[in-house]
T-cell receptor
């Protein structure tokens, strides 16, 4: 059974800092790993999707890496801004028809 | 292009009543997923449709939950009768291909059972 853990549970940083969010998963047999952002009271916005054959994906100030062998993914946010404040979720896409297994999320606060 | 939509956004019902949630996936997406988050827990998978067929319903908690996707377009999730522990946020997602494809989520339906 896949289990996904995200560390830290919460993170508060000043604007402009570079930061790393961590995600680990127990079963390395995944199809993909997806990072989401959730604003309070809103749905999930997909940020990055890394296929199992890939090592990383980049979008703007975001970079996500995947190391299947060690069961880890990281989301790197460069030059953080207050608008980046949200809950960040990682989800492992299993081999069973693509269902996602989610971590608990990291609550990020970027203060001016 | 319209995203995944869900209706209602909020629902408050009494224990024992019935509630039906609706999800409209992105047009052309054959794959539709239901997930839910109960208080303090992570988001968990409920079931997956490919067109109108249930591909995986391993996450459905019990037989009080019934999901349908007639005609392979929108889907409904009915809870009958609702219990207190069913309270939470129910999310719907869709994707074009299954397996490795990106899933796009709707805004969710917040269900409160009193």
């Amino acid at each position: 059974k896949q289990e996904v853990t995200q560390i830290p549970a919460a993170l508060s940083v000043p604007e402009g800092e570079n930061l790393v969010l961590n995600c680990s998963f127990t079963d390395s047999a995944i199809y993909n790993l997806q990072w989401f952002r959730q604003d309070p009271g809103k749905g999930l916005t997909s940020l990055l999707l890394i296929q199992s054959s890939q090592r990383e994906q980049t979008s703007g100030r975001l970079n996500a890496s995947l190391d299947k062998s060690s069961g880890r993914s990281t989301l790197y946010i460069a030059a953080s801004q207050p608008g980046d404040s949200a809950t960040y979720l990682c989800a492992a896409g299993g081999t069973s028809y693509g269902k996602l297994t989610f971590g608990q999320g990291t609550i990020l606060t970027v203060h001016p | 292009e319209a995203g995944v939509t869900q209706f209602p956004s909020h629902s408050v019902i009494e224990k024992g009543q019935t509630v039906t949630l609706r999800c409209d996936p992105i047009s052309g997406h054959d794959n539709l997923y239901w997930y839910r988050r109960v208080m303090g827990k992570e988001i968990k998978f409920l079931l997956h449709f490919v067109k109108e067929s249930k591909q995986d319903e391993s996450g459905m908690p019990n037989n009080r939950f019934l999901a349908e996707r007639t005609g392979g377009t929108y889907s409904t999730l009915k809870v009958q009768p609702a219990e207190l522990e069913d309270s939470g946020v129910y999310f719907c997602a869709s994707s074009q291909e299954f397996g490795s494809d990106e899933q796009f989520f709707g805004p969710g339906t917040r269900l409160t059972v009193l």
